[in-house]
């Protein structure tokens, strides 16, 4: 069952820009997770953010949740070329199962 | 710590074919995760252990997969026969706790069923 929901499915930005990517989901959560994934290899997790916080920060990465609009953004600050991958938001539904999004590709050109 | 191995990295088979997937967990770590990610359909939760015991196998898609946990260290995904809609990039991964924790993914396996 889908649970979380990306938007774009792809963005392309210059480097040294910055990149937002967002996730809505449908039920209530207690925590949401963004992984990514660069081609060819598998999901690397970035940050988990509890539903008792509003936003988290991890070096150039900004996550924000909304509880009341059941919605988490990505903020990726000064983007690099490193940074081309594809952006997944990951949230547990009523199973306690870990649900992922169908991602955002994420290109930055140089 | 190694992370979590998967093995084959990539597997060309014939449609009806057995083809068997392999997976080392993370040491320590109590859930173990199957995943199968194609274009189409994204990331899907095929079937989790839980101390080597299966807890949900509801994204299994049919009868021709099997996966078996024999202990702590090991897990299998076992496709038989196999189809070409079977073709796409399996995926294991280990964690702590199933929902509050962070999954660890290992490499994938990438299947091609001829």
């Known amino acids: 069952s889908q649970q979380g929901e990306e938007d774009p499915q792809a963005l392309s930005i210059q480097e040294g820009e910055n990149a937002t990517m967002n996730c809505s989901y449908k039920?209530?959560?207690?925590?949401l997770q963004w992984y990514r994934q660069n081609s060819g290899r598998g999901l690397v997790h970035l940050i988990l953010?509890?539903?008792?916080?509003r936003e988290k920060h991890s070096g150039r990465l900004r996550v924000t949740l909304d509880t009341s609009k059941k919605s988490s953004s990505l903020l990726i600050t000064a983007s690099r070329a490193a940074d081309t991958a594809s952006y997944f938001c990951?949230?547990?539904?009523?199973?306690?199962?870990?649900?992922f999004g169908k991602g955002t590709r994420l290109h930055i050109l140089p | 710590d190694a992370g979590v191995i998967q093995s084959p990295r990539h597997e060309v088979t014939e449609m009806g074919q057995e083809v068997t997937l392999r997976c080392k967990p993370i040491?320590?770590?109590?859930?173990l995760f199957w995943y199968r990610q194609t274009m189409m359909r994204g990331l899907e939760l095929l079937i989790y252990?839980?101390?080597?015991?299966?807890?949900?196998d509801s994204g299994m898609p049919e009868d021709r997969f099997s996966a078996k946990m024999p202990n702590a260290s090991f897990s299998t995904l076992k496709i038989q026969p196999s189809e070409p809609r079977d073709s796409a990039v399996y995926f294991c991964?280990?964690?702590?706790?199933?929902?509050?924790?962070?999954?660890?993914f290992g490499p994938g396996t990438r299947l091609t069923v001829l």
């Open positions: 991964a280990s964690s702590r706790i199933i929902s509050t924790d962070t999954q660890y």
């Open positions: 039920t209530s959560i207690n925590n």
């Open positions: 953010i509890r539903s008792n916080e």
């Open positions: 990951a949230t547990p539904n009523r199973d306690d199962k870990i649900i």
């Open positions: 040491s320590g770590h109590d859930y």
């Open positions: 252990f839980n101390n080597n015991v299966p807890i949900d």
